[in-house]
T-cell receptor
Framework: ETGVTQTPRHLVMGMTNKKSLKCEQHLGHNAMYWYKQSAKKPLELMFVYNFKEQTENNSVPSRFSPECPNSSHLFLHLHTLQPEDSALYLC??????????????FGSGTQLSVL | GQNIDQPTEMTATEGAIVQINCTYQTSGFNGLFWYQQHAGEAPTFLSYNVLDGLEEKGRFSSFLSRSKGYSYLLLKELQMKDSASYLCAVRDSNYQLIWGAGTKLIIKP
């Protein structure tokens, strides 16, 4: 039990579909993150939220739209994706924004395939 | 640019010792992390080093040399369950995490 739950675990969608990824953390943390993990590539930070406020958007295309209604929940809304967006999307949380030894707690991810 | 290098894949034998290296070039340094990720699962925290030297935690140890921009993760008495990817990450001067691409470790009986 990592304390961070992501749904769905797997998602297949067409390029014209709209879908949402959900993340929930049960750890009482203040910061939440979306990462993209592609095979044999480093984790790519997409978005960061601290106390529900977005603090970072790493030049992510607008077809990815995050939402953070409270410190425990994080969504990633997807629309008109491209095949190159196929990847594992990981949600993570930390007690506060990364200072020094602040470690991340990850969910198991959503494996996304865009056809 | 900022960069983390680690081997793509390594193979070792059950019961043996393996060392996974990580070299980094970053804008500043505020600590280095190792995470373990089993296939299809969440990455989980293994270790954190901010000062030079060796940190031991059971069968796993992590070493850091800041002057050389180098770290390694040492796994002893390998077990089949240690088959996983090992991710190295460095916090830069802005406290951003810079990630390596991970090392896939295969354990053979």
């Amino acid at each position: 039990e990592t304390g961070v739950t992501q749904t769905p675990r797997h998602l297949v969608m067409g390029m014209t579909n709209k879908k949402s990824l959900k993340c929930e953390q049960h750890l009482g943390h203040n910061a939440m993150y979306w990462y993209k993990q592609s095979a044999k590539k480093p984790l790519e930070l997409m978005f960061v939220y601290n106390f529900k406020e977005q603090t970072e958007n790493n030049s992510v295309p607008s077809r990815f739209s995050p939402e953070c209604p409270n410190s425990s929940h994080l969504f990633l809304h997807l629309h008109t994706l491209q095949p190159e967006d196929s990847a594992l999307y990981l949600c993570a949380s930390s007690q506060d924004l990364g200072t020094g030894n602040e470690k991340l707690f990850f969910g198991s991810g959503t494996q996304l395939s865009v056809l | 640019g900022q960069n983390i290098d680690q081997p793509t894949e390594m193979t070792a034998t059950e019961g043996a010792i393996v060392q996974i290296n990580c070299t980094y070039q970053t804008s500043g340094f505020n600590g280095l992390f190792w995470y373990q990720q089993h296939a299809g699962e969440a990455p989980t925290f293994l270790s954190y080093n901010v000062l030079d030297g060796l940190e031991e935690k059971g069968r796993f140890s992590s070493f850091l040399s800041r002057s050389k921009g180098y770290s390694y993760l040492l796994l002893k008495e390998l077990q089949m369950k240690d088959s996983a990817s090992y991710l190295c990450a460095v916090r830069d001067s802005n406290y951003q995490l810079i990630w390596g691409a991970g090392t896939k470790l295969i354990i053979k009986p």
